[in-house]
């Protein structure tokens, strides 16, 4: 791994413009808060606390070119009633440090094992992630089931389905531009079609354009390891899930079909609760955050029966 100060930024100068920057827009986050650096083998990782830390553990995993300040419209109405630990996850943008050059997926789950258990060292957790986020939550809940209570999938990357044809062609091209200032206005015209309300509503769209300056900006702060494409599981391991989880999609989401997705869970994962969330596509954290975060706190807030933590394995059953 590189050993120089500012890794994994470009310069000094680059880790100073952006943490400055970080921290500004940290200014927006509603509730009090706690910058915690947590040292383990895998990384220096860096999670933002907020809520009464007598309240149950609520881990936050961003989705990609996300931060921890992706949480910031529904993070009053969670820390209300948890104790949240909003990451930076590790290979990508944010003040996260890592110490591996590569990240294959069994690397992420150690990665985040090592963090929860510094974080939460005695007892199950709750762990909710939202696309990108949404899958490394998946595959830590398949790993790991025993360390974690409930788990919310909120529109995850992968997992569930592939992506669909539309969406993958439309991220293809921006990754082939190469003249300069194009590449800009293609990343704009995707942006517009996969958060759709979010550009009808005046305040989405300030967040959702600022995220598209910051998304230009990365190659210029940070070296980032190349992302792992998030992979989708097979029947077998949904079948094989034990942990009680509730999956939300936009109705209007586009990485792809919400019908198709919740067709799939109900015919191979009885444990998984799959609902549609109305007025909303892949912006579902910036348009609908009310109603989003008052169903994952009432689904978190269910008692766990034991049947919910025992797999299922018949394939007969899975079906019905």
């Not at 860096?46 to 989705?63: E, M």
């Not at 709750?126 to 409930?150: C, E, I, Q, T």
């Not at 590449?183 to 995220?211: H, K, P, Q």
Request: proline share 8%; with cysteine; hydrophobic share 45%.
């Amino acid at each position: 791994m590189p050993t120089q100060s500012f890794h994994p930024f470009r310069s000094e100068q680059a880790k100073a413009d952006y943490e400055a920057r970080y921290t500004e827009m940290a200014e927006a986050w509603p509730v009090p808060f706690e910058n915690l650096l947590i040292d383990t083998p895998s990384a220096r990782t860096f999670v933002r606390a907020s809520g009464r830390p007598t309240d149950p553990p609520l881990v936050l995993l961003s989705g990609t070119r996300g931060t921890s300040l992706m949480w910031v419209h529904m993070i009053e109405v969670l820390a209300g009633r948890r104790r949240t630990y909003a990451l930076d996850t590790v290979h990508d943008v944010g003040l996260s440090v890592p110490r591996r050059e590569t990240w294959p997926p069994e690397a992420l789950v150690d990665w985040l094992d090592e963090v929860f258990g510094a974080l939460v060292p005695a007892g199950p957790l709750d762990l909710m992630g939202m696309s990108y986020g949404g899958w490394l939550a998946a595959l830590y809940a398949l790993r790991f089931p025993h360390r974690v209570r409930k788990v919310v999938l909120l529109a995850p990357g992968g997992a569930v389905l592939r992506f669909s044809f539309a969406f993958f062609m439309r991220v293809m091209m921006i990754l082939a531009i190469r003249i300069p200032g194009a590449n800009e206005d293609a990343l704009r015209r995707v942006l517009r079609w996969v958060f759709e309300d979010a550009f009808r509503n005046e305040a989405c769209r300030r967040y959702v354009e600022g995220d598209l300056a910051w998304m230009l900006k990365a190659g210029r702060y940070f070296v980032l390891p190349r992302m792992v494409w998030p992979s989708v599981f097979d029947d077998e391991a949904w079948r094989r899930w034990s942990v009680p989880c509730l999956f939300l999609v936009g109705e209007h989401e586009k990485i792809y079909s919400p019908a198709a997705a919740l067709k799939r869970l109900h015919r191979v994962a009885p444990l998984v609760k799959a609902e549609i969330v109305p007025g909303a596509g892949h912006d579902l954290t910036c348009v609908q955050p009310g109603p989003v975060a008052r169903r994952v706190l009432e689904f978190l807030d269910e008692p766990v029966r034991t049947q919910e933590r025992e797999p299922v394995l018949e394939p007969a059953l899975a079906a019905r």
